[in-house]
């Protein structure tokens, strides 16, 4: 039977992988945009919100952060487009690159962590500016940032470990795609939010 689109297929098809990662993207972005929002409702109700985050070490490292997310998207949209013209093995290359830039950003997060809580004090529940919430949600929301990268490591390490033994679709390494780009996207609303906007001057 013709389509009434005269096309071949319907406009309005998608895959069931795809359509699973948009469904979760949107459900984690909503959980996103709820911290972000009672940590900026938190920051704008509190006069005495604490700002601990110097040019060096802080901002240099969220800086470099950004820089490795936002080059491991491009590298990602590459390993993309590789698969997508049969080139298994260029997919595999730019995807370590993918899984090399997360892995930088983890080492650095977690540097920076060390200094926050080593040096400045600064825990979840405690800080010298008897501002707890401020520890609470600043670790809340980079954690869970966090915990998705490294989430997003691991995926990326399955994908390319099975496109080098010829397994997998170039819809699979979409799909992956599409999570990494949204974990990059959140970053940076979290750089500008938590660091900039929170930088000691």
Not at 21 to 40: E, K, P, R
């Amino acid at each position: 039977m013709e389509s009434v689109w005269h096309g071949g297929a319907s406009p309005y098809s998608i895959g069931s992988k795809k359509l699973g990662m948009w469904l979760f993207i949107i459900s984690d972005a909503l959980t996103f945009s709820a911290l972000l929002m009672v940590y900026t409702y938190l920051r704008l109700s509190n006069p005495n919100w604490p700002k601990p985050f110097i040019f060096s070490p802080s901002i240099i490292f969220s800086s470099i952060m950004t820089f490795c997310l936002l080059s491991s998207s491009l590298t990602m949209v590459m390993a993309v487009h590789a698969m997508n013209h049969g080139n298994r093995k260029s997919t595999v290359r730019w995807i370590l690159a993918t899984i090399a830039g997360g892995l930088a950003f983890v080492i650095l997060h977690a540097s920076e962590w060390r200094h926050l809580i080593l040096d400045e004090h600064v825990t979840p529940f405690h800080n010298e500016w008897n501002v707890p919430l401020f520890g609470g949600t600043f670790f809340t929301l980079t954690g869970l940032h966090m915990t998705h990268v490294v989430i997003g490591v691991i995926y990326l390490g399955i994908i390319a470990f099975a496109v080098g033994r010829g397994k997998f679709k170039a819809e699979d390494v979409e799909v992956s795609g599409l999570y990494w780009h949204f974990v990059d996207l959140v970053w940076m609303f979290i750089f500008p939010l938590v660091y900039l906007m929170s930088a000691k001057v």
